[in-house]
DNA sequence: GCTCCATGTGAAGAAACATTCACATAGTTT
DNA sequence: AAACTATGTGAATGTTTCTTCACATGGAGC
């Protein structure tokens, strides 16, 4: 039962996505070479064919998360409307991102992936790092439009954003799907809307 | 270099504070048997004569866990003050709790802790769902008061309380306690408060 | 002081796992 | 069509880790 031969290019996408398919329904502790390979469908030796080691395997998994968080945030880069608007459309991406991807939450929030790991931690940071710049970027734009009010500090503001989202995706993967993200998210942005913005009354 | 003999009372509960330990320094893959009982002073060995095997000594923790967080909601269930007063103070406490014992984090985020155990993973549901109906109870009296808005869903402003805490904790473990928890829960919580409080002017 | 039982020890077994290597083969280039 | 190269395979190796077991020992109770 010879599997098909592919490029190195195919083969280390799907390597990749398969990995990341793992660590979502097993955690960090599931993902074995050959449990990828049996997922992909060749044989485990096979994978250092395409990936020096499972280390660069596992980095492999967090370039694929950068490359989604940060398409997330340049969708809404290029979005017409207020800075209010665009902030509750990057949560609703963020939502739809993490539900059709919900390994994503389960890799971020895993110590497993940069305890030990110098280098991966460091990775990682800057992969939030620089989401939490973006939604900072987007509330001051806030503030200038005169929507959300001057004495927040935006970072302080982008983590509370962050807030509204993870215990959400926590309780979904604990309770295994019972909790309702998006409905959460959208109960929770009214609330937190109320919290940035300038008052109405002058 | 035989280690003093002790009672299983005493050594299980060394253990289980060595395995919580662990988990925070070095992640759910650096808890091994090992690991513990060179922490503890004894033999790998010596530690089945206090737990049948590893997985009671992971329950273990969570059993730590729940007698850290439930101690402290009953801690603001005798205080006086408004609900307002005592939300913030459960706030403090809650950073402080985390602060002290910072693999607790670790522990709840972590999928590996209940990935492939059914049994843990309905263990610590239970868990944050009774502490986020604590936490709700008192977001109820609030609106008794008169004090926090009464369209708001209890358990919706309990999420978020969540939320206030943890993206900061998962920044702290990533920089390597570069974040200041408590300074950016303290900056969150006026906002916060502004979101769920009654309207001052009638 | 003696006995007995719970606790501690070290060696050994068994399973899982990452990684290497020699060999096979498909697909591309010449 | 022949040769070459990249990809796939199966076996083997070395390591780590949990767990068991026979034996040792300290201390509590008689």
Do not use: C
Not at 46 to 71: E, P, T, W
Request: no cysteine.
């Amino acid at each position: 039962m010879a599997a098909k031969k592919q490029t190195t290019e195919v083969r280390q996408d799907e390597i990749a996505r398969a990995a990341l398919e793992l660590v979502g329904t097993r955690g960090m502790k599931g993902l074995s070479m050959a449990a990828i390979a049996r997922k992909v469908g060749i044989v485990p030796s096979a994978i250092y064919r395409h990936y020096r080691n499972k280390d660069d395997v596992v980095d492999a998994i967090l370039d694929y998360l950068q490359r989604g968080l940060g398409g997330n945030v340049r969708t809404i880069a290029y979005l017409e409307g207020t800075a209010l608007e665009r902030l509750h459309f990057l949560l609703m991406k963020h939502i739809e991102l993490i539900q059709q991807n919900k390994s994503i939450p389960v890799v971020v929030f895993s110590a497993e992936v940069y305890k030990g790991s110098p280098r991966r931690r460091v990775k990682l940071l800057g992969i939030i790092e620089s989401y939490l710049a973006e939604i900072a970027a987007v509330v001051v734009q806030g503030q200038n439009e005169g929507a959300i009010r001057d004495e927040l500090d935006p970072k302080t503001v982008a983590i509370m954003f962050m807030g509204l989202i993870q215990p959400s995706t926590i309780l979904w993967h604990l309770s295994v799907g019972g909790y309702d993200v998006a409905k959460q998210a959208e109960a929770a942005w009214p609330v937190f809307r109320r919290a940035i913005e300038m008052d109405s009354s002058p």
